[in-house]
């Protein structure tokens, strides 16, 4: 069993940085490629952004729910920091805690329990549940309601990432079209078509830049986190019940196996 990894099962100093400086990354080229251009102010207009930022953000709250979006934002947040749980250090930890249940029974856990050396919520409320004798199937109920809740918040943040990024693009036409009925009014002005051809142009620019190089690559990353959180979690399920039935690890090796990809399948028993 690998040293570095966490008590959690995670690996240890595993910050993902991937989302962060690909954002970071993607919007700094497009930020490099205007100044190098010349004239970068150029592509800053506050109308444009009233009608693309405010109005996508208004109309995805409408598609939803204000809890839906404060969520969302959390989840975000949760994105760009997120630190990644290694499935094949995860399951080595959870063959460690079986082997020893099944050494020392299932009394043994209330040390380690007790002392905060369990650190996965899920984990510890089913091993508490398991230790304080409570049925197996009712345990795992438990945890499944709680894996199937989770991975329903999941499910709502990328929902909402992704009606958003449908917004921005049809905010960037809408605000294509008024700039156009703008200009068109005003030919008989020349100082007003320079303003009105900005808000034009810049709105969609504003709107592909916002769906395409922020939204949807939020969004498959929290699908992406999401579906190893659902594998942790089917992880935790199969060991808290195989532990709670007092079952061999050597087979619980083969169920946490058969969970996972054949890249990341562990061998705890030799």
Same mark, same amino acid.
């Given at each position: 069993?690998?040293?570095?990894?966490?008590?959690?099962?995670? #690996?240890?100093?595993?910050? !993902?940085?991937?989302?962060?400086?690909?954002?970071?990354?993607?919007?700094?080229?497009?930020?490099?490629?205007?100044?190098?251009?010349?004239?970068?102010?150029?592509?800053? !207009?506050?109308?444009?952004?009233?009608?693309?930022?405010?109005?996508?953000?208004?109309?995805?709250?409408?598609?939803?729910?204000?809890?839906?979006?404060? #969520?969302?934002?959390?989840?975000?947040?949760?994105? #760009?920091?997120?630190?990644?749980?290694?499935?094949?250090?995860?399951?080595?930890?959870?063959?460690?805690?079986?082997?020893?249940?099944? =050494?020392?029974?299932?009394?043994?856990?209330?040390?380690?329990?007790?002392?905060?050396?369990?650190?996965?919520?899920?984990?510890?409320?089913?091993?508490?549940?398991?230790? !304080?004798?409570?049925?197996?199937?009712?345990?795992?109920?438990?945890?499944?309601?709680?894996?199937?809740?989770?991975?329903?918040?999941?499910?709502?943040?990328?929902?909402?990432?992704?009606?958003?990024?449908?917004?921005?693009?049809?905010?960037?036409?809408?605000?294509?079209?008024?700039?156009?009925?703008?200009?068109?009014? =005003?030919?008989? !002005?020349?100082?007003?078509?320079?303003? /009105?051809?900005?808000? /034009?142009?810049?709105?969609?620019?504003?709107?592909?830049?916002?769906?395409?190089?922020?939204?949807?690559?939020?969004?498959?990353?929290?699908? =992406?986190?999401?579906?190893?959180?659902?594998?942790?979690?089917?992880?935790?399920?199969?060991?808290?019940?195989?532990?709670?039935?007092?079952?061999?690890?050597?087979?619980?090796?083969?169920?946490?196996?058969?969970?996972?990809?054949?890249?990341?399948?562990?061998?705890?028993?030799?």
């Amino acid at each position: 069993m690998s040293e570095d990894r966490d008590d959690r099962g995670g #690996v240890g100093n595993a910050f !993902d940085p991937a989302t962060l400086l690909g954002l970071v990354g993607a919007l700094g080229l497009v930020a490099a490629a205007l100044y190098l251009g010349g004239a970068p102010q150029a592509f800053l !207009d506050v109308p444009s952004m009233l009608i693309v930022f405010g109005g996508t953000s208004m109309l995805t709250m409408a598609s939803f729910t204000v809890t839906d979006m404060g #969520v969302t934002v959390a989840a975000i947040l949760r994105t #760009v920091s997120y630190q990644r749980r290694d499935p094949s250090a995860t399951a080595l930890e959870l063959l460690r805690i079986a082997d020893g249940a099944r =050494r020392g029974g299932l009394l043994s856990l209330q040390a380690p329990l007790s002392r905060g050396e369990i650190a996965d919520p899920m984990l510890q409320k089913g091993l508490t549940m398991v230790v !304080d004798g409570l049925k197996v199937e009712d345990v795992e109920d438990v945890i499944r309601r709680e894996l199937g809740a989770m991975l329903g918040r999941h499910r709502k943040s990328a929902s909402v990432l992704r009606r958003a990024a449908e917004i921005a693009p049809a905010m960037g036409l809408i605000g294509t079209l008024i700039g156009l009925v703008q200009m068109l009014g =005003r030919l008989s !002005d020349p100082a007003a078509i320079g303003p /009105a051809m900005a808000v /034009a142009l810049l709105t969609t620019f504003y709107g592909a830049v916002l769906a395409h190089m922020v939204l949807n690559p939020l969004a498959s990353k929290l699908e =992406r986190n999401s579906a190893e959180e659902a594998l942790i979690g089917q992880l935790t399920l199969v060991t808290t019940g195989s532990i709670g039935r007092q079952e061999n690890p050597r087979r619980l090796e083969m169920l946490l196996n058969s969970l996972m990809p054949p890249a990341k399948r562990i061998r705890f028993y030799d």
